[in-house]
Structures are given as C-alpha cells and as structure tokens.
C-alpha cells in the first residue's frame, strides 16, 4: 500500500464519520426539539386558560317538556375571554340531556385549543359538561348555537368576544 492511498482511505474514512455525527445531531434536533413544537397545542395567553371567572348554563327541572320554555338557563350567554370563557353546563333534571352544536361545520363549532364543542353522548342527571372557549374574532363575536339531541325545541346560543379590557 504506498502513501497517498493509506491518506485518501483516511480521508474517506474521516468524510463518514463526519456524516454520521451530522445525521445523529439532525436527528436529535429533530426528535428533541422540532417534533415537540410541532406537536405542542396551539399558544393561548394564560388569562383566557385561566379566566377570572365561569359561566354556568343550568338544564332544569322539566326541561324535557316542550310546552316548558325554560331549559337552558340562560338560554343565550354572552362571554369574554379571559373574563368568564369557561363555561359549565348543570344537568339539574332527572332525565339525560345532551349539549349538541347546530352546525356540522367544523370550522364554525371547532376551538383551536379545546377542539370540537359538543357533549359526547347524554349527559345523565347531576352530570356536567365544560367547555373553554379559546377564540374570539377581533371584532364582533364568535356565534355557536346549539340544542339538545333527544329534545330539538331545548335550544341555546352562546357568543365569544374578546375582553374589552
Ligand atoms: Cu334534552
């Protein structure tokens, strides 16, 4: 083996490694930081995680009754984020209610952080079923009805501004 062929097995040998320890670090990056950020739910302000206060819509007594007008109390609420956006629906009847959306568009009834609004299944008697609204447009309000699956006529409206604070 003369010399220049030891020194450019040498080289290639070097060129490997370097590529190996290149493609290790790409990938620790990747792993360790890119994939996390990735997969890291959408940045909300901590004050709307974490509002002052909640908003309660209570389901009375009777509310399966039609010919009852009252069964969302209140049947229309207005929050604010970071004021009152985490809003709890009671069960306060002896039979199961759901609190479904009208709309089947998933932009419209979707929060970027708390995802699709809507109670999975009934809602038993006593059971309760809570919701974080996240977003609000600039201007105006975020508009969400909805009612319940088993009683139609049980409807609700919410709507989501920012704070005016
Ligand atoms: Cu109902």
Redesign the pocket.
């Known amino acids: 083996m003369s010399a220049t062929q030891t020194k450019s097995s040498h080289a290639y040998g070097v060129g490997i490694l370097v590529v190996i320890v290149a493609l290790g670090v790409t990938i620790t990056w990747y792993t360790s930081y890119w994939l996390p950020e990735e997969n890291q739910k959408v940045f909300v302000d901590e004050h709307i995680l974490n509002p002052d206060g909640e908003t309660v819509v209570n ?1 009375i007594m009777g ?2 009754t039609p010919e009852q007008k009252d ?1 969302y109390m209140p049947k229309k609420i207005q929050v604010q984020l970071t004021i009152d956006n985490k809003v709890r629906w009671v069960n306060q ?1 002896e ?4 609190v479904t959306p009208d709309s089947y568009d998933l932009d419209e009834i979707t929060d970027p952080y708390s995802g699709e609004f809507g109670s999975i299944g009934v809602l038993m008697p006593g059971d309760e079923y809570e919701f974080l609204f996240t977003k609000a447009p600039p201007n105006g309000a975020k508009v969400i009805t909805y009612h ?4 139609p006529w ?1 409807t609700g409206t919410i709507e989501v501004t920012k704070s005016r604070f």
């Open positions: 389901i509310s399966a069964n009847d039979i199961p209610h759901t319940c699956h088993p009683h049980m």
